[in-house]
């Protein structure tokens, strides 16, 4: 009885010792099986490959049927169809259901035709196509904004909002442009004229002033027993006359007038391709301007040289430009005068335009010929057709105003330079010595003292001597 207990005994240990060890067998038996060799298969969408196995298969198996559909055509051959753009398993058993091998099988759009139309509608361009999930990614540089446009065109036509751009666009694409405004105007004018003044007493105490007057130099403060005057700012003017019982006074003018401004203005301005660019030389000119409750504000109108311009390098060196250029001054003899408080007017000379052009072309964006004509005269009706008598009794006046203006654009592709290259206004003056200044006069100091070399030595070599401008005929 006490052996049968023993073994009892026994026989429970072993069992509850042995229990863990058939579990750990157990999962010694299960493993990821590796047999074979895998690989990645690319199978375009909508497309199909077919797979050649070096071993006969006997079954197949496919993870996700949505993304791509298998089929064998023999024991060695697999028919694979791309549906839907993803990454599935495809793997292959022989006839002991052994695993021969697992295949990755991705699905990705079909970028092939729109490869060699890249090709064919952009030689010459290093631009990469890969696919991701199911949209597009074009990388690589390129040689213009305009032809990084053309292959995002054309990549949204096979990838309808699923194209990602990493391309650059290489080259210069910095843009400075170079504005000329010129105008020059003339004027000329020419006046002949004449006044006749007879006064004095007749029929008794009376006093009587028969005369011409069809010029204005006659003083309106003349009267009977003085000397005839003439007004103030009369110019060329020539007066005759006598004091007696008849006051006889004869005025007569002859002037002509001739004027000429010349007005030029050169605004550089340096931008970035596709960034606005604005620049003002000038200043602001306070305008008064009444509000509701009766009270004035101010607002400042800005005036001078305005450039304002969004270049666009579109390919190579051809330049696409958006510019706005003025030119405007201020004109107090057409200002007005309201409650004590004066206000100037403007001139003002602008365009606004789009031009196309290469690098260092010029375009001459704006132009304008103006001739005005002004031709007047005054008689006394009747006594001023006499002939010779008459002209005592007429006034003619001429005026003619020609005026001329052209706005010239230059662009230039840039890039930067070394400060010690470029020079400056002030590089051309030195200020003078005392030597210089107090001995012999001089506001700025010799020649000796200038720079010799680089480009502040090209602005010293300039002067202010020679002919400028034109004269219209």
């Not at 299960?30 to 895998?38: C, I, M």
């Not at 096979?158 to 504005?179: C, D, F, H, I, W």
């Not at 010029?362 to 005269?377: H, K, Y």
Request: glycine share 10%.
């Amino acid at each position: 009885m006490r052996l049968n207990k023993y073994l009892k005994a026994a026989l429970i240990g072993l069992a509850l010792t042995a229990g863990p060890l058939v579990e750990d067998a157990r999962a010694d038996n299960l493993r990821v099986v590796r047999t074979g060799t895998e690989s990645v298969l690319n199978v375009p969408m909508n497309r199909a490959v077919v797979v050649e196995s070096d071993e006969p298969f006997a079954e197949l198996s496919i993870a996700n049927p949505a993304i791509a559909d298998i089929s064998s055509l023999s024991e060695r051959t697999i028919y694979v169809l791309g549906k839907t753009p993803g990454t599935t398993t495809l793997t292959i058993l022989d006839g002991n259901g052994r695993l021969i091998t697992n295949v990755d099988v991705r699905v990705a759009a079909d970028v092939t035709e729109f490869k060699e139309r890249l090709r064919q509608i952009l030689p010459g361009e290093s631009i990469e196509v890969r696919t991701a999930n199911d949209g597009i990614v074009l990388s690589g540089t390129v040689s213009s904004a305009q032809k990084l446009q053309r292959a995002l065109d054309l990549a949204q036509r096979y990838a309808p909002e699923r194209v990602s751009n990493l391309m650059t666009v290489g080259g210069v694409q910095q843009v400075m442009l170079k504005v000329r405004f010129a105008e020059m105007q003339r004027s000329v004018s020419k006046n002949l004229r004449s006044s006749l003044s007879i006064g004095g007493p007749i029929f008794g105490e009376d006093e009587i002033t028969i005369g011409s007057e069809t010029g204005t130099w006659l003083n309106s403060g003349n009267s009977y027993g003085d000397a005839v005057t003439v007004a103030d700012g009369t110019e060329g003017a020539l007066l005759l006359g006598f004091n007696g019982a008849i006051e006889v006074g004869i005025l007569l003018e002859a002037l002509e007038s001739k004027g000429m401004v010349r007005t030029l203005a050169e605004p550089n301005l340096t931008a970035l391709s596709g960034q606005e660019a604005k620049f003002l030389a000038g200043g602001e000119y306070p305008v008064p301007v009444s509000q509701e409750d009766g009270k004035l504000s101010v607002t400042y109108k800005p005036f001078g040289v305005e450039l304002n311009f969004v270049p666009t390098v579109i390919d190579g060196d051809l330049i696409n430009l958006q510019l706005e250029a003025a030119v405007s001054s201020i004109d107090s003899s057409n200002g007005i005068t309201t409650d004590a408080i004066s206000i100037d007017a403007f001139r003002r000379r602008e365009t606004s335009t789009t031009v196309e052009m290469r690098d260092g072309e010029s375009f001459a964006i704006a132009g304008l010929l103006q001739d005005d004509f002004r031709d007047v005269n005054g008689q006394v009706p009747w006594i001023g057709d006499i002939p010779v008598l008459g002209a005592l009794f007429r006034s003619a006046e001429y005026e003619r105003q020609q005026s001329e203006l052209v706005i010239i654009v230059t662009p230039h592709l840039v890039t930067p330079t070394r400060g010690e290259a470029l020079a400056l206004p002030t590089d051309r003056v030195m200020p003078p010595t005392e030597k210089d200044l107090f001995l012999f006069g001089r506001t700025s100091s010799d020649d000796a003292r200038r720079p010799r070399t680089g480009g502040a030595a090209e602005v010293a070599r300039q002067d202010f001597t020679g002919s400028y401008g034109y004269v219209m005929d």
